[in-house]
Nanobody, 121 residues
Framework: QLQLVESGGGLVHAGGSLRLSCAAS????????VGWFRQSPGKEREGVSC????????NYADSVRGRFTISRDNAKNTVYLQMNSLKPEDTAIYYC??????????????WGQGTQVTVSS
């Protein structure tokens, strides 16, 4: 069974850190660009960050640039999102998604189930 499984979410105080993981099961993540998205209650899902297949190219939403770092360990079939200096507005369910040709978009078909991140003020 092909799956993406996010983990690492939790409750943290403002200014704290979390590291999210997106692990692939049943397939090799090496062939895919991987993106992180998030969705807060009442808001649309938005892109947070993306990493290329090789890991040589990354991009970030303006709201997280300088605080979040995306990385991948293809040997572990996992992509990470290191989140530092967290703010209450980062509270959301975080999802990872994959795409063969470019950074995933909201139209991408393969998503994980999400992991909840809650940042208290």
């Amino acid at each position: 069974q092909l799956q993406l499984v996010e983990s690492g979410g939790g409750l943290v105080h403002a200014g704290g850190s979390l590291r999210l993981s997106c692990a692939a099961s049943g397939f090799t993540l090496d062939y895919f660009h991987v993106g992180w998205f998030r969705q807060s209650p009442g808001k649309e899902r938005e892109g947070v960050s993306c990493i290329s297949k090789s890991g040589s190219n990354t991009n970030y939403a303006d709201s997280v640039r300088g605080r979040f770092t995306i990385s991948r360990d293809n040997a572990k079939n996992t992509v990470y999102l290191q989140m530092n200096s967290l703010k209450p507005e980062d509270t959301a369910i975080y999802y990872c998604a994959i795409d063969l040709g470019s950074c995933p978009t909201l139209l991408s078909g393969s998503w994980g189930q999400g992991t909840q991140v809650t940042v208290s003020s």
